[in-house]
């Protein structure tokens, strides 16, 4: 009864850890899923707190590799192999999930884009549109068309990349969403004019410019500005090219109050319930230099975040929102309290000064004094300092000379000692049959350069040799093991002939390979079991400095 109990409470223990675990990986993989929209190189340190990926299930595994597959991609990381995209691809396909395989289908051709196997990629693309589940899904189909598009302009097919382009603007228009269109805009734009139609590239440009300004995209109006300036360069109407640089060039240097714009931009989209938008230009409001405005930025995202249920980050954007109060108010007091103390300086100055004038004659005779006793104090200490420093010199002197006369001594008894180990070692290795198998190890007997042939080990070969290691070196086997725990017993034989100094050809004939093969598995057992990837570490140096 005893034991049916104690086998409960361990049950219920592993059942309340499993589910503590499986709540935190949902936790890990909904924070990761929302950083990777925004900042992907922070979803993959979340990833890494997923440490067994294995122990998570079927979907959670999907799901992880998904947000990896997308926040490597976005944080411009190259992928080893596209193998994790075709496995999390047909999870989603095998379990008709439409939500999750046009995004796997997508990154596969982000992928494909990437790799400059643009074929593949507007392939995948393609793809991707038509998994889009119905609904509200123009705005990512446009999206994927943009992508497309620019493949196609890859491939030199710009006829194909204007027909793309047109179709995202359509989907684009579709949309609530005027950002996306301004970006249709810009990439129909670019097709035009790879496709040679100047007009049609200027005409389009000019319509994405006049949404721009209705948005008050400042940086963007400017960077819009400078791209038409060099269309017209390039087509020699110099005129026109510079009166857009001109216009561009205004509208950089005129940046001081975009923060409070970005902000009222940000309120204003609030109210039409588009809030990625507005959470767009809160974030830019907050990386500009007014403090006061970057404090409303926070508190408006802090209330955003709030009301979607995310009360951590929203109780972090609140605190960041205090912080940044807190140091504008304490600008703002810092400057009230230097005028006062400017004000207060000033008037206790005046009285200062006419009793500075009475006192004056008073300190420089009791100054003159004090200082004559200080000097006099200085030169008494600095006599006294020195011979005691003469004298801990000539001290440290004799004691640094004993004490290299006995380095010197222990350092002479360690190398005869040395000296004697070594030829212990080896007149007991000679002792053993397994030695005298080995012609580069017996030099006195054997020729090892006329050496031809296998050589044969027996099982009480390996095991003499083994016991010979073990009694030359008694710690060797252990530390063997701990850097390399996972060597196999042929391995540790291996080893134990590197730790003799067997040659390549004795190696090569024990085990009946080519010297190319026993440098191979050097190289293998370093890299693999060691984990040594420095080309300057060499095994055979290794092992030898294990006693």
């Known amino acids: 009864m005893k034991r049916i109990f104690i086998y409960m409470i361990v049950l219920l223990c592993l059942l309340f850890t499993g589910c503590r675990n499986g709540l935190r990986h949902t936790e890990v993989l909904s924070e990761a899923t929302r950083l990777s929209d925004s900042i992907p190189s922070q979803a993959l340190m979340k990833l890494e707190e997923i440490k067994d990926v294995k122990r998570l299930n079927a979907s959670e595994q999907a799901e992880y590799n998904l947000i990896f597959i997308k926040s490597m991609l976005r944080s411009g990381n190259k992928l080893p192999s596209d193998s994790i995209i075709h496995t999390t691809t047909q999870y989603y396909r095998n379990h008709n999930d439409s939500a999750g395989l046009h995004q796997a289908l997508y990154y596969n051709g982000l992928y494909h884009y990437r790799n400059a196997m643009h074929d593949s990629a507007v392939l995948y693309f393609d793809k991707a549109i038509k998994a889009v589940p119905a609904g509200n899904d123009k705005d990512r189909k446009a999206g994927y068309k943009r992508t497309a598009g620019y493949s196609y302009l890859y491939l030199g097919d710009a006829e194909a990349a204007v027909k793309t382009q047109k179709e995202g603007l359509q989907y684009a228009r579709a949309t609530n969403d005027s950002l996306s269109v301004i970006y249709s805009l810009l990439s129909l734009a670019d097709a035009y004019k790879y496709n040679k139609e100047t007009e049609q590239s200027l005409e389009t440009y000019m319509q994405a410019l006049d949404r721009v300004r209705e948005r008050e995209e400042r940086d963007m109006e400017a960077d819009i500005l400078n791209i038409v300036s060099g269309i017209y360069e390039s087509d020699n109407r110099i005129k026109e090219a510079l009166s857009y640089k001109n216009k561009s060039q205004e509208i950089k240097r005129n940046r001081q109050d975009i923060p409070a714009v970005n902000l009222q931009r940000a309120i204003l989209f609030g109210k039409q319930n588009m809030p990625d938008s507005a959470r767009h230009y809160a974030q830019l409001s907050i990386k500009g230099d007014d403090q006061f405005v970057a404090d409303l930025a926070y508190a408006l995202l802090s209330i955003s975040e709030a009301k979607e249920g995310r009360y951590t980050d929203a109780l972090n954007l609140s605190k960041n929102s205090e912080r940044i109060f807190n140091s504008f108010l304490s600008g703002v007091r810092s400057a009230e309290m230097q005028q006062k103390y400017e004000k ?171 010297k190319a093969a026993i440098t191979k598995r050097k190289y293998r057992l370093k890299t693999e079991k060691f984990h040594i990837v420095d080309n300057n570490v060499n095994l055979d140096a290794l092992l030898q400095q294990m006693y």
């Open 344 to 514: 207060e300086k000033l008037e206790n100055e005046n009285n200062q000064l006419k009793i500075k004038q009475k006192e004056h004659q008073f300190y420089l005779l009791v100054s003159a004094f004090l200082l004559l006793l200080m000097l006099i104090v200085l030169y008494v200490i600095r006599v006294n300092s020195r011979r005691k420093n003469e004298k801990a010199a000539h001290e440290n002197r004799m004691l640094r000379l004993q004490q290299e006369n006995l380095l010197l001594k222990q350092q002479q008894e360690i190398s005869a000692l040395r000296e004697k180990e070594a030829v212990l070692r080896e007149s007991l290795f000679r002792k053993i049959n397994f030695f005298n198998k080995l012609p580069s190890l017996n030099r006195e007997e054997h020729n090892h350069h006329d050496k031809q042939g296998k050589i044969k080990i027996t099982p009480n070969d390996w095991q003499e040799l083994i016991s010979g290691i073990r009694d030359a070196y008694p710690e060797f086997l252990d530390k063997l093991k701990q850097h390399a725990p996972t060597l196999s017993d042929d391995d540790i034989r291996f080893c134990c002939l590197l730790k003799i100094n067997v040659n390549m050809q004795d190696l090569s004939d024990i085990y009946c390979v080519s």
